[in-house]
């Protein structure tokens, strides 16, 4: 929270409504991220769900501006996601496979997974370079502590 505090304020606040729950992975590209969180399009319990709009929707809350810092994008790096202007992060985040320095204070870092990598290593894989998921897993349920 020292780093990015707008962001993590975002993610408990989605987290806690229960936003994230059922939000499927749509983007996972093999040895790069595994990304989710578009809580418009993608959470698949909803009636707006839409596996083809997944990745392009975010909340109702305003787009955040940048919180770019010095974390670097590590394995098990968790970071926002955005569009190509750098104050677009809204609610959709992504995790990194491997280290990806070429990420760094591009995108703003915002946690780390601590525990349970092993499970976001068998996230299902998308096909192509975009990495678009046919069968997506899902967020079950993502609550803060």
């Known amino acids: ?66 919180e770019f810092n010095d974390l670097p994008h590590d394995r098990g790096t968790v970071s926002m996601a955005r569009s190509s202007d750098p104050n677009s992060a809204n609610s959709q985040f992504f995790i990194c496979f491997k280290p990806a320095p070429f990420l760094d204070r591009q995108y703003t870092v915002f946690g780390k997974v601590i525990e349970g990598m092993e499970f976001v290593d068998m996230i299902t894989k998308g096909d192509g370079d975009n990495g678009a998921v046919s069968n997506p897993d899902k967020i079950i349920s993502f609550k803060s502590q």
């Open 1 to 66: 929270p020292d780093v990015a505090p707008n962001h993590v304020k975002r993610i408990q606040e989605l987290a806690d409504s229960g936003q994230y729950d059922n939000v499927v992975f749509h983007r996972v590209i093999d040895g790069f991220m595994a990304q989710t969180g578009d809580v418009k399009f993608g959470n698949s319990s909803s009636k707006d769900f839409d596996l083809r709009r997944a990745g392009i929707g975010g909340s109702d809350l305003p787009d955040l501006n940048q």
